[in-house]
């Protein structure tokens, strides 16, 4: 991100857990969200954030991820759903026919 965001005095990140690219994406944008906005966080400080709670593979998505996408939290968010949302598809076996 271009400018700098600042956090609160004596913030400590509460710890969740790193989305490793499997699961339900829109879980743990939830949860994310969810623990930030009890601590008063803006969308800004979140976006600054949020690459924290992303490991391996995700991470590197992150990373690749245009400027401009990651300076606004509903385009990041929608573009983090759309390319883990496999992860929530259910697959159907010819068995399971």
Request: proline content about 2%.
């Amino acid at each position: 991100m271009d400018s700098a965001v600042t956090l609160p005095d004596r913030f400590k990140m509460m710890h969740i857990n790193c989305f490793d690219g499997s699961g339900d994406p829109m879980v743990h944008l939830r949860l994310f969200s969810d623990i930030l906005r009890l601590m008063g966080l803006s969308r800004l400080q979140k976006l600054s954030l949020f690459s924290r709670t992303l490991s391996g593979i995700t991470a590197i998505w992150y990373a690749k991820l245009e400027d401009s996408v990651k300076r606004n939290w509903e385009e990041m968010a929608k573009a983090f759903i759309a390319q883990y949302s496999y992860n929530t598809q259910i697959e159907v076996t010819t068995r399971d026919l």
